[in-house]
């Protein structure tokens, strides 16, 4: 089993900045891939970040390249999510994720998932 706990949300105004934190307990953080996606009230859920085990290779979803950064420290066994320039269209709730595959950008190819962490973006 592996657990994971996301924090670091919060409410945040526009144009405002957060980082989110997912760390990782139990049997095993590695090698994995790792992700982050979103839930925004009423929406299907959204692959936002993924990234290497080694960290080497990161990926984005079109809606947040150039304003996420995701970021990993296998020996803290967490991994991050930057997030600057927020827009209201940002609010929801962010999960972290266990992934496989190398460029992993669908819910089915994580198995592993946090409970969530609320981000709130006001105009």
């Known amino acids: 089993q592996v657990q994971l706990v996301e924090s670091g949300g919060g409410l945040v105004q526009a144009g405002g900045s957060l980082r989110l934190s997912c760390a990782a307990s139990?049997?095993?953080?590695?090698?994995?891939?790792m992700g982050w996606f979103r839930q925004a009230p009423g929406k299907e859920s959204e692959f936002v970040a993924g990234i290497s085990w080694s960290g080497g290779t990161s990926y984005y979803a079109d809606s947040v390249k150039g304003r996420f950064t995701i970021s990993r420290d296998n020996v803290k066994n967490t991994v991050y999510l930057q997030m600057n320039s927020l827009k209201p269209e940002d609010t929801a709730v962010y999960y972290c994720a266990r992934g496989h595959g190398l460029r992993a950008t669908t819910r089915n190819e994580y198995d592993y998932w946090g409970q969530g962490t609320q981000v709130t973006v006001s105009a």
């Open positions: 139990g049997r095993t953080f590695g090698p994995y891939a």
